[in-house]
Nanobody
């Protein structure tokens, strides 16, 4: 059973930065894709960024140039560095890992951007 635990969320002022971390544990195939998604109140969950085990990345247009996804395969950890945060980035951010065995999700961490 795969478990993911996110950390690093919090309250930040507009223009500020945060770094989220997500640690995966359990039996995870070496070839996988890890990603960050977010869900704001009253809205559907949306993709933020993904990264494959080979390092290929994909970003939502709304975060390109501001957010950077990275991973440490030795620690089964994915990171999301968020710069130039905007109030519209406020959401619960969740990570997932997808492979041939399926998809596992973390419980999420709240990010609030407000002055």
């Amino acid at each position: 059973q795969v478990q993911l635990v996110e950390s690093g969320g919090g309250l930040v002022q507009p223009g500020g930065s945060l770094r989220l971390s997500c640690v995966a544990s359990g039996s995870i195939p070496s070839r996988n894709t890890m990603g960050w998604f977010r869900q704001a109140p009253g809205k559907e969950r949306e993709l933020v960024a993904t990264i494959t085990s080979g390092g290929s990345t994909n970003y939502a247009d709304s975060v390109k140039g501001r957010f950077t996804i990275s991973r440490d395969n030795t620690k089964n950890t994915v990171y999301l560095l968020m710069n130039s945060l905007k109030p519209e980035d406020t959401a619960v951010y969740s990570c997932n890992v997808a492979s041939w065995v399926g998809v596992a999700w973390g419980q999420g961490t709240q990010v609030t951007v407000s002055s």
